[in-house]
């Protein structure tokens, strides 16, 4: 399991450093999460850590999306970034 502060500095940047990898979260209920969404629910994340509460804002990891295009935010429903799978634009 993830601690807050392993979280927190994920939330500071939507990229991994050093790479610039685009970063989502894995929640306990095995979906992935985006960290905008994480942002927007930091409370229910932090209520669900601490509480061993709800799955779907429990964090269990923290990856970066290298090649899958077709990885959404659960939440949001929102496309989350791949590193090796966009198209060239144009």
């Known amino acids: 399991m993830r601690t807050l502060s392993d979280i927190k500095q994920a939330l ?28 927007a629910n930091w409370r229910e994340i932090c209520s669900a850590h601490m509480r061993n509460g709800d799955k779907q804002w429990q964090i269990v990891g923290i990856a ?23 198209e060239d634009a144009a």
């Open 12 to 39: 500071r940047d939507k990229y991994a450093w050093p790479g610039g990898y685009p970063l989502y979260l894995i929640c306990a209920d095995g979906e992935a999460l985006s960290i905008d969404s994480a942002r």
């Open 64 to 86: 970066i999306n290298y090649e899958d295009p077709d990885l959404y935010c659960a939440h949001s429903g929102a496309r989350i970034e791949s590193a090796y799978a966009e």
